[in-house]
């Protein structure tokens, strides 16, 4: 696996989004920093083959090769990752609640289950801890809206059964995990 040549790559392109340690520059795109390596090459594939709607990753991720692809993955995952102030103490613990949770009123399923106490996640599921509370958002918005397809179809449940007040304290909480 040549890092070396991850790095080089993420230099001259990640980087404008995403930061050289994986840390985005706004809470529009994804922290990629600590996220499993494994996860980010089956993301860039995805966007490559069209599973994962974008036109700038699409054509980011169309002149990768697998091999780069998987790289990358190592590459980010061994950043640190880091987490975001709580900036609302209430909403965060409304978003602690259906995290740990959920909500057996609406049947929306605790986030712990799939991604971990920590929000962790697996190879197969994304880490969540540190996202960025926009990122997150929009995210389960479009999971919501079958905007996005590419991963796993219980997130289309969950999501739909969402309140918008539950999606931002939700994603608030997240953000603030380490």
Do not use: W
């Amino acid at each position: 696996m040549d890092l070396a040549r991850a790095e080089e790559i993420v230099s001259g392109r990640c980087f404008l989004c995403h930061g050289m340690n994986g840390e985005s520059s706004t809470s529009l795109y994804p922290r990629l920093a600590g996220q499993h390596y494994q996860y980010i090459a089956k993301q860039l594939a995805d966007f490559r083959s069209g599973r994962r709607q974008s036109e700038t990753m699409k054509s980011m991720a169309d002149e990768l090769s697998d091999d780069e692809m998987l790289a990358l993955g190592v590459y980010f995952e061994t950043k640190p990752a880091v987490s975001s102030p709580v900036d609302d103490a209430e909403l965060a613990a409304v978003g602690r609640f259906v995290f740990f949770r959920g909500n057996e009123y609406s049947g929306v399923a605790a986030c712990a289950s799939c991604h971990g106490d920590k929000a962790y996640g697996t190879a197969q599921l994304p880490r969540l801890a540190g996202q960025g509370a926009k990122y997150v958002e929009n995210q389960l918005k479009s999971f919501n809206s079958r905007a996005r397809t590419n991963d796993n179809a219980v997130m289309h449940s969950i999501a739909s059964r969402l309140s918008e007040l539950e999606i931002k304290a939700v994603a608030n909480f997240i953000s603030t995990l380490k």
